[in-house]
């Protein structure tokens, strides 16, 4: 063999052995001896109850199992391995720190890993558990990374064949700590509407993306600007999303492990409906007491046989000429019952003492409910259109036909819709003055006033 042969030779064995050693996702798996020593072994929920409020590190001989559903292979998890006690209806999930880049391709999901516990530190994040190693700041201890050098001598892999991982099936409105570090996934979930268009992350920046189902209700995704997702399309439609369950400030959040998790071939929902307009809300009765400014009230009443939500729908104010909103109460959380009142007090302590009982609604002074006789009040329905309204926005009510300073204004009996234009027709208002067919009557608390009978 001649010389230039002979090099030939060489390089190409040295390219080959190069290419053979290195480890990343392009490349085989390495290989990796399995475990299937007799172990005795606790459980997670046993080893979570050996927390006791703080960081500690496990001194006894205990060895605790798990199955991988975690994923670093997309970059959406950074050193660290998620576990739950069963493939699938798992009822305990943890995680541990390590330092172990590409973990994927020595703990593949679905994969039973063995966890020998001594030595390790055991803590809670966010009502999470999770072990590891230890990181001390300013003399406070907290779980942190598990040195790589030491890794696999807590880290086993089980012998047990790999059967996959069967996610529990989930919806957001029944969330709850009890699956937290498991697997789930949610049918009939989309991107919200106002972050379509958008990327998955920002580069390089942790990103909170958000899942809504057709209910409206919410639930956070999670995206790490370094996944190699990062700069895809969120997508447009809906489906069922698969990830490990988390929490941070009270909130659960979703970590999908790659964009497969997101299986988005569905037509989105349609707009859920649950704002409704009415004829039949409308206002009763305004009081401001001559004798207790502390006694004043609005009241709304719903003349229909139905119980009527109030979502979307605000009670505002104009001071005196105003042509510009003073004050509003949002009664989004109200509803209404079939000929049924609302009561709304800006006194509330005060009310009770005059009145003997609670009001529906507490607000505070200088609301809508707290006006001294000559301010015009609204009511605006969801689609922001006044439908009822008491007075004449721009003009102040002194000495006019809607003025009711230590008074009050109340709605005729046979009035059963509301009226988007003010007719002191359909109202008895007794104040101070008598101006332009009021009634000059001052009224006092509680005798003159009745809220809620009508």
């Not at 992350?201 to 909170?208: G, H, L, S, V, W």
């Not at 109030?310 to 909103?325: A, F, H, M, P, S």
């Not at 001294?372 to 721009?394: K, R």
Request: proline share 3%; charged share 25%; net charge negative.
């Amino acid at each position: 063999m001649n010389l230039s042969l002979n090099k030939y030779v060489i390089i190409i064995t040295v390219i080959t052995m190069f290419f053979s050693c290195v480890k990343n996702r392009e490349f085989d798996t390495p290989e990796t001896g399995c475990s299937d020593s007799d172990f005795t072994f606790i459980s997670i929920s046993e080893l979570k109850g050996l927390y006791a409020g703080e960081t500690r590190q496990i001194h006894e001989d205990l060895v605790v199992k798990g199955y991988v559903i975690s994923s670093d292979k997309a970059g959406n998890f950074f050193n660290t391995i998620h576990f739950q006690d069963e493939s699938k209806n798992p009822t305990e999930g943890m995680q541990i720190e390590l330092e172990l880049r590409d973990a994927h391709l020595f703990f593949d999901v679905g994969q039973q890993i063995i966890i020998k516990l001594k030595g390790l530190y055991l803590g809670q994040s966010n009502e999470g558990y999770k072990i590891g190693g230890v990181f001390t700041s300013f003399g406070n201890r907290s779980v942190g990374r598990l040195p790589k050098n030491v890794v696999f001598d807590h880290v086993l892999i089980s012998c047990e064949a790999n059967i996959g991982i069967e996610p529990t099936s989930a919806v957001i409105s029944e969330l709850s700590n009890a699956m937290l570090n498991t697997l789930i996934v949610i049918n009939n979930v989309e991107i919200k509407q106002e972050e379509l268009g958008e990327t998955f992350a920002i580069k390089e920046e942790e990103t909170i993306r958000t899942l809504v189902d057709c209910f409206d209700n919410e639930l956070m995704m999670v995206n790490s600007g370094y996944a190699d997702f990062q700069s895809k399309i969120l997508p447009d439609k809906k489906g069922t999303a698969t990830g490990l369950l988390t929490k941070d400030n009270n909130q659960y959040q979703l970590i999908i492990r790659s964009v497969n998790d997101l299986e988005f071939e569905q037509e989105r929902c349609e707009d859920f409906i649950d704002e409704f307009t009415s004829s039949s809300i409308l206002i009763s009765e305004i009081a401001d007491p001559d004798n207790n400014a502390g006694a004043r009230f609005v009241e709304l009443y719903n003349a229909s046989e139905e119980s009527l939500s109030l979502k979307g729908w605000n009670l505002e104010r104009y001071t005196n000429d105003n042509i510009e909103v003073s004050s509003k109460i949002d009664l989004s959380e109200y509803e209404i019952s079939g000929r049924g009142f609302l009561i709304i007090s800006p006194n509330v302590e005060e009310f009770k003492n005059v009145y003997g009982f609670d009001p529906d609604v507490s607000v505070g002074t200088n609301s809508p409910a707290d006006s001294n006789g000559d301010d015009t009040i609204v009511l605006v329905d969801p689609f922001y259109s006044v439908v009822d309204i008491f007075g004449v926005i721009g003009e102040d009510g002194s000495s006019t036909n809607h003025e009711f300073e230590d008074g009050r204004a109340v709605r005729k009996l046979e009035i059963a819709i509301n009226n988007a234009d003010f007719n002191s027709a359909e109202w008895l208002i007794y104040n101070d003055t008598g101006a332009e067919g009021t009634i000059n009557q001052p009224q006092n608390a509680p005798l003159d006033f009745n809220p809620g009978v009508r």
